[in-house]
């Protein structure tokens, strides 16, 4: 009899995920995530034409689809000019058409007017259905893909014949002949390039800008193109491609330096990495049109089989409008839709005496804009807003590709040398680029970040220990008199990597605040690196217990960080939340709540910052001989993790398992939606546990609504 492993054979298993069957159908493709494409672009017969959606459509700890078969059908349609099949389970379908209706023709209703300020007098609402239909060319979705339905677990293409089972295994017949079995489900494997690693964690200057990548989702040997624009020391992600912050985590940038996102378009490219980015820690604000947006939510409303309104709770969303000037982190934004397959915008940013434009996906070339004036696609109003393309920004990213969707690059190439000395273009393959030129192709890389000169504003410092409060949740509620007293009693200091910031046995006589770089905490017993880095704090406990540091903290890098002396920091922390945080979290704090919190099968998807917060509502508690923690039945109000002793689990009277150190009593699900437990946890004999009440879990789930999906799709 074969082992499990041995069941599946004949397959390849893909570099990014998902598997491939060489079959008399030609390649099979078994789950598809996100640029997977670059996976098969290179094979011996190239991209698919059959892909099987696994039952998994959505991975919510890596936070990707497993069914992007958005470029896939891209590429055939366009480039191989055929059909791609799609076989799927009958739940399935309608999800399926409803991610293909955004990514591939737009919203189905579509009111471009909610996008345009009503106060602006000279802006026309364009008719971009209008523009659509002409690039859509009476394509239908039943032209590019046609869906198929597993009946009985049953589905044929072709030749070949697909079954799967109730393990979820893909079985593939010709005739009666079994040549392949492939299993059910994937583990998705982050592929990217990451340039340089910096050797110390990067500080964001006043205005850069950091290149994600600079190729498009068709390009297997370059990063899917994406930017982050550092203003005023903040990080804006634009349009992030997948794997953005494992990018950033390599690169040596801190994910928490980015607390933005402007999203221009749905096309997989474009939006892949919004929703991890969404999932990590705290929330994040997503700028965009609300035609955008809603555009967005219904699609991954689609793949994660989650309502939009569920979706809304994850991020702060700021809507944009046409015609009306945003500011964003002192930068002033105007945005303007450009021309493409479904609605897109561009935006002009303004920042002291810079001057930026970013195209975002949009032909730009003005024969195109000609053609369609003359065919009355656009209104001479439109025209000369394509027109007026801001040239004169000191600053130009624009984006080049394959017409008609994209602008060609030898019209880019053909514009006054003084324009092209000062345009960076992205989203177009370096083969592709012109050796005889003035532009400039877009490298990726934080050591290849562009830095561009700007005056320093007179509120710099201020800003930044600003910054540093607003990143601390339990102070983004103060009152500005709060603030301004903060601004008086900081003081900013450098330490070179190595130095002991605090040494073990010395009195607490300040708090300190990371701006930028590492420390570590080298307490007495840790079982694992206990590693701070920016908006992260330390030195606290010393001070609200007036006893001696209890462990040496280093600088792993140079670190610049805000310290607070102790008597100035007891004032101001009084009778503030924080206070009340920080005692409690004075009483818990030690070696053994970290290492529980970090070896916790529980909170593995939790950040240094997110163990602190958690560590505050650890809650001591020791009981001695037999009794009940939790009983079956009974609504959850707290759970419990294991120190000391032995917790026996039953359910419905019979034994089902029997938890140590480290182990969780209860389920956090079932306590965040005060449900009753599923099972009964009893102790025979003395027992030490940490609890988490649930008044208190809802006040951190509020603020990292992300980690909160995360455990409830995989605990």
């Given amino acids: 009899m074969r082992s499990k492993k041995e069941q599946h054979f004949n397959y390849i298993s893909l570099p990014r995920g998902g598997y491939l069957a060489d079959t008399e159908a030609g390649y099979i493709q078994f789950g ?77 209703n579509l009111d471009l007017s909610i996008d345009y300020d009503s106060d602006c007098s000279v802006c026309k609402v364009p008719d971009i259905r209008k523009e659509m239909n002409y690039f859509r060319a009476g394509m239908k979705l039943s032209d590019v893909v046609g869906i198929h339905v597993f009946e009985d677990k049953k589905c044929s293409i072709d030749e070949a014949t697909i079954t799967y089972d109730e393990s979820g295994t893909f079985k593939i017949f010709h005739g009666k002949k079994l040549v392949s079995a492939v299993p059910g489900s994937f583990a998705y494997k982050p592929s990217y390039s990451i340039g340089e690693r910096l050797p110390e964690p990067y500080n ?36 992030p491609p997948v794997n953005s912050t494992e990018w950033l985590r390599d690169s040596n940038v801190n994910p928490k330096l980015i607390d933005g996102i402007i999203l221009t378009h749905c096309h997989a490219d474009h939006d892949a990495g919004t929703f991890q980015k969404i999932l990590e820690e705290g929330k994040i604000t997503i700028f965009s049109t609300e035609t955008v947006m809603m555009s967005f939510l219904r699609k991954y409303a689609a793949l994660s089989d989650m309502p939009v309104s569920n979706l809304m709770k994850l991020f702060i969303f700021h809507p944009l409008r046409i015609g009306k000037s945003e500011f964003i982190h002192g930068g002033k934004f105007q945005m303007f839709y450009s021309l493409h397959s479904i609605p897109t915008f561009g935006f002009k940013m303004d920042f002291q005496d810079q001057t930026f434009v970013y195209s975002s996906d949009h032909n730009n070339d003005p024969a195109v804009h000609k053609k369609l004036l003359d065919e009355r696609v656009i209104t001479p109003e439109r025209y000369k807003e394509f027109r007026d393309f801001p040239w004169d920004s000191k ?23 003084e324009i092209q000395k000062k345009t960076v273009v992205y989203h177009i393959a370096a083969k592709d680029f012109p050796k005889e030129t003035s532009l400039t192709l877009a490298t990726f890389g934080i050591e290849k970040t562009l830095v561009f000169p700007t005056t320093t504003p007179y509120y710099d410092k201020a800003y930044q220990v600003l910054n540093v ?26 330490f070179k990597k190595g130095e002991c910031i605090i040494r073990k046995g010395t009195a607490g006589d300040k708090f300190y605040v990371i701006l930028s770089g590492n420390v570590s905490v080298a307490g007495e017993g840790l079982e694992t690196r206990k590693i701070y880095g920016t908006y992260e704090y330390f030195g606290e406990v010393a001070i609200i217990t007036g006893q001696e540091r209890q462990a040496d903290v280093v600088a792993e890098t140079d670190v610049i960080a805000y310290s607070v002396g102790r008597d100035e920091f007891l004032d101001f922390i009084e009778g503030t939340e924080f206070q009340q945080t920080l005692v409690r979290l004075a009483k818990v704090r030690s070696s053994d709540s970290w290492n529980l919190l970090s070896a916790s099968s529980l909170f593995r998807y939790c950040s240094s910052y997110q163990k602190t917060w958690l560590e505050s509502i650890l809650v001591p508690v020791q009981k001695t001989g ?70 208190d879990f809802l006040k951190f789930a509020e603020k990292n609504p992300g980690l909160l999906m995360k455990y409830f799709y995989t605990e």
């Fill in 626 to 695: 037999k009794g009940v923690l939790v009983r079956e039945g009974e609504r959850l109000e707290c759970i419990y993790i294991v120190r000391k002793g032995v917790v026996y689990r039953s359910r419905g009277g019979e034994s089902t398992g029997t938890l140590r150190r480290g182990d969780y009593v209860g389920n956090l699900t079932r306590m965040y939606r005060r449900a009753e437990a599923l099972c009964t946890y009893t102790h025979n004999g003395p027992v030490s546990l940490y609890a988490i009440n649930r008044g």
């Fill in 469 to 494: 409060l607003n990143h601390l949740d339990f102070f983004r509620d103060m009152e500005i008199t709060k603030a301004q007293s903060f601004l008086t009693i900081v003081q900013e200091e450098h």
């Fill in 204 to 239: 964001p200057p006043l205005f850069s800008i950091t290149c994600l990548g600079p190729s498009h989702g068709f390009d297997p040997t370059q990063n899917t193109s994406g930017y982050i624009i550092w203003l005023n020391h903040h990080g804006i992600m634009i349009d």
């Fill in 32 to 108: 598809a995530p996100p640029e997977t494409i670059k996976d098969t672009m290179t094979m011996e017969k190239g991209v698919p034409r059959v892909y099987v959606v696994m039952e998994k459509m959505f991975d919510w700890a890596k936070g990707i689809s497993l069914a992007e078969i958005e470029f896939p059908l891209y590429y055939n349609y366009f480039i191989k000019k055929t059909k791609t099949h799609v076989l799927c389970r009958k739940n399935q379908v309608k999800r399926l058409k409803a991610v293909l209706q955004e990514a591939l023709f737009g919203p189905k």
């Fill in 395 to 417: 600053v130009i990213y624009h984006e080049s590709g394959v017409p008609p969707l994209h602008t060609p690059i030898a019209y880019l190439n053909s514009l006054p040398k």
